[in-house]
């Protein structure tokens, strides 16, 4: 069941103006604050529904580098976004762009093209990280220690976020959908590879794990899943 102290603050978060202003086009993956607003929708009428849970399941070792933890998560088998507590997003600037980096995985679940709709783990990863930094800018939000780890996924999302507003006038001289290309998210994905160990790496036992080609899949919202799914 959804919990309405979460879901008014999600809500509230991401029918912010600035928001309104992000469209762009990664690697296929498209997010605007048209599909934002949808997502909004989605969670006030249930059909994503907000929820507090105490634990976070592991989705499998290595799944993501040393030090990183999980605060928050989209399930799309659940249709739900999934936080640490109650009142997560309601002050901390940190958490709300958290959140806007769970709503974009629940606009791919809510967009999804088929019952088998497959992205490559980096990319989804790197599509959700830009977001954030296009919120701190767009909607005059304190940067914080957003870029704290230099050529982190943060930092490189930060700089392309700053490359994307410059040329479009802040998204309000250029509305149109801002098509990256491939060179120029290749530092954004490399970072977001490295955090999320979506690398080959030696196992303890001397094998070798090959990661780069993990997969998310959605199958829409009204009945969907996401999950890990390694490439046949």
Same mark, same amino acid.
């Given at each position: 069941m959804t919990n309405q102290t979460l879901a008014k603050? +999600?809500?509230r !978060?991401? *029918?912010?103006?600035g928001i309104w202003k992000i469209g762009f086009d990664m690697h296929g993956l498209v997010v605007t604050g048209q599909r934002y607003a949808m997502v909004a929708? #989605? +969670?006030e009428d249930g059909s !994503?529904?907000? *929820? +507090?849970v105490n634990q976070f399941p592991s989705q499998g070792e290595g799944t993501l580098a040393p030090g990183m933890v999980t605060v #928050? *998560?989209?399930t799309a088998d659940q249709n739900a976004m999934m936080f640490s507590s109650e009142n997560y997003g309601s002050s901390k600037v940190s958490e709300e762009r958290t959140i806007v980096h769970e709503a974009t995985h629940a606009i791919f679940d809510l967009y999804a093209n088929s019952s088998d709709d497959r992205t490559l783990a980096m990319h989804d990863e790197s599509a959700a990280v830009l977001p954030e930094a296009l919120y701190l800018r767009l909607c005059d939000k304190p940067q914080g220690n957003f870029t704290m780890f230099i050529d982190g996924p943060q930092d490189e999302a930060m700089k392309l976020a700053d490359k994307m507003m410059a040329e479009t006038g802040n998204? +309000? *001289?250029d509305r149109r959908t801002y098509f990256l290309k491939t060179p120029q998210t290749q530092k954004l994905r490399d970072a977001v590879a490295r955090d999320w160990n979506f690398t080959v790496r030696v196992e303890k036992d001397g094998s070798t794990t090959d990661s780069t080609g993990v997969q998310y899949i959605y199958d829409g919202v009204v009945k969907c899943y996401s999950c890990w799914a390694n490439p046949k």
């Open positions: 603050t +999600v809500s !978060i991401l *029918r912010q103006p929708k #989605a +969670v !994503i529904e907000c *929820r +507090v #928050a *998560r989209y998204f +309000v *001289r």
